[in-house]
């Protein structure tokens, strides 16, 4: 049975029980500050008593344009414009159909996307076409649109992912976008690779016309040690998508950036080539305040300094766990630290040990929601070194008891 969160405050949720939970997973990777940060609170608040919402079609408001604006003084240069949604998987579906609007507008019939093997993007027909054929979308699998499935980039198979790449570019030129999840598969698993990989194959579709979209909705804002994972790139993603943490965990929101070319490319006295999405709460006042809250504790020297010291402890603790017998592997990105624990079954997301390794954890008071057999954390930014170090005790002590 579900357990009743009654209160939040920050790294901290209280159950119904009277029971402190520290929440290591930043509740479905979406809190960046902590529980009931006042500032945000504060801020929400405000907004609440002055425009809680309004259509955003023809009219607009100050937090989406202020929150537009400071989003993309901190994205990527190439990147010039800001198209609101409700969530992640909403945020990639824009992307999505901004790439195939992008072809369509100039009458080029390119329809094929490419993403790497055991993607997530989302639970929408898009995001879940360019996602991984899983035991998410089994039942749908009719119905999800093809596309070109590689392997994510190591040392031993990149030469022949460009090799497959280039022979698509020179046989059909039907290939219209990219889309990948920088540097780290959240869903599939924390699982991790190198961005001069990732830099190679962007600049291979550039090459060949082919759009690139970072998906950035579990990477972006600070997760894996840089504002955006896409900071590690040399060669920027064309569109970048951004949830969960864009309002610090408080309210749902999604947004698309993209670069000014794709944007041009909507704009017509031709109203057939407008781009016609929206979404009911597109840009929602309430959220927008709390993504502007949020970003102003994004760029406190302080934030930065948490980040920093959870990346160098989980560094530290990887080194630490590296030929453990219990373990297939132990990798860490930032503030995300990942255990692939060994168990008879092979490492799958429905591997039985999930149940288990959670409650072994809740009885000591701490909330993690393993992926399988990959033991994973993704902990608040307020999250103190003693808490960290008191999380990790607890791992090698499940571990010794496995
Ligand atoms: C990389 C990535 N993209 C998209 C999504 C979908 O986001 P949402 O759950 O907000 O629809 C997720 C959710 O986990 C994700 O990790």
Redesign the pocket.
Known sequence: MPIQIVKGEGAYFYDAEGNKLLDGISS???NLHGHCHPYISQKVSEQLHTLEHAIFSAFTHEPAVKLAERLIGHLPENQSKIFYS???????EVGLKMVLQYWHNQGISKKKFIAFEN??????FG?MSVGARNVFNNAFENLLFDVIHIPLPDDDNMEQIKEVLQGWFINHNDIAGFIF?PLV???AGMLMYEAKYLDELIALCKENKVLCIA?????GFGRTGEFFASNYLSNKPDII?L??GLTGGYM?L?VTSCAQFIYNSCVSDDKTKTFFHGHSYTANPTACSAGLASLDLMEKEETWAQIAMISKLNQKFVIKLKNHPKLKDVRSKGTILALEINTEEHTHYLNNSSESIASYFLNKGIIVRPLGNILYIIPPYCITENEIKHVYKVMEQFLEEL
């Open positions: 479905w990777w979406v409700d969530n992640g998987s909403t945020a990639v993607a997530y993007h989302g639970d929408t995001g999840e598969q959240g869903a998906d950035e909705v579990m990477t998508c949830s969960k749902p999604g």
